[in-house]
């Protein structure tokens, strides 16, 4: 019974490390504060997003995260830790409008950006958001890492390439 919250306390570092290479870098004032690409129709045959601007809207979908849902994750994997399912099922309900929205947000830039390679891994990084907004428990962050590790490895390169290195994924 012991092993539980180790366990626990195992996934929200893990966690907390993987919010914390998402968040800013520098000054957290100077990130953006809206979503890049929410003021431009959305349709899915809506192509013409260059790289270097898909990699802002996720850049600044991965600011809005940060700012948004790390203290979320920390109260209710504490609550999960401590036994109190009702704190943690509240943080979890707090967390999915965040998911979606920047699952939406992902999906919005991955139907508009020109290279397949980034539209891949930004589609990666909306399925991912998606699912995360599903969560029935903080358990089941551990795999945060794995499904988004491969996309931001793209990202991160493509983005380099562009120009517009990624500020917020570390």
């Given at each position: 019974?012991?092993s539980?919250?180790l366990?626990?306390l195992?996934?929200a570092?893990?966690?907390l490390?993987?919010?914390?290479?998402?968040?800013?870098?520098?000054?957290?004032a100077?990130?953006?504060s809206?979503?890049?690409?929410?003021?431009?129709?959305?349709?899915?045959?809506?192509a013409?997003?260059?790289?270097?601007a898909?990699?802002?809207?996720?850049d600044t979908?991965?600011?809005?995260?940060?700012a948004?849902a790390?203290a979320?994750?920390?109260?209710?994997?504490t609550?999960?830790m401590?036994?109190?399912s009702?704190?943690?099922?509240?943080?979890l309900?707090?967390?999915?409008?965040?998911?979606?929205?920047?699952?939406a947000?992902?999906?919005d830039?991955?139907?508009?950006?020109?290279?397949?390679?980034v539209?891949?891994a930004?589609?990666?990084l909306?399925?991912?958001?998606?699912?995360e907004?599903?969560?029935k428990?903080f358990?089941?962050?551990n795999?945060i890492?794995?499904?988004?590790g491969?996309?931001?490895g793209?990202?991160?390169?493509?983005?380099?390439?562009?120009g517009?290195?990624?500020q917020n994924?570390s």
């Amino acid at each position: 019974m012991r092993s539980k919250p180790l366990v626990l306390l195992i996934a929200a570092t893990a966690t907390l490390g993987v919010l914390t290479a998402c968040g800013p870098k520098d000054d957290p004032a100077a990130a953006p504060s809206a979503v890049a690409g929410s003021s431009a129709a959305a349709s899915p045959t809506s192509a013409g997003m260059s790289v270097a601007a898909a990699c802002a809207a996720v850049d600044t979908a991965y600011t809005e995260l940060d700012a948004q849902a790390k203290a979320i994750v920390v109260q209710g994997m504490t609550a999960e830790m401590k036994g109190d399912s009702a704190g943690a099922k509240a943080a979890l309900a707090k967390l999915q409008p965040i998911f979606t929205r920047v699952a939406a947000t992902f999906t919005d830039a991955a139907s508009k950006v020109d290279d397949a390679e980034v539209q891949a891994a930004i589609t990666q990084l909306a399925d991912a958001a998606k699912k995360e907004s599903t969560y029935k428990t903080f358990d089941d962050f551990n795999e945060i890492e794995q499904m988004t590790g491969p996309a931001e490895g793209v990202l991160k390169a493509k983005c380099n390439a562009a120009g517009a290195p990624l500020q917020n994924i570390s």
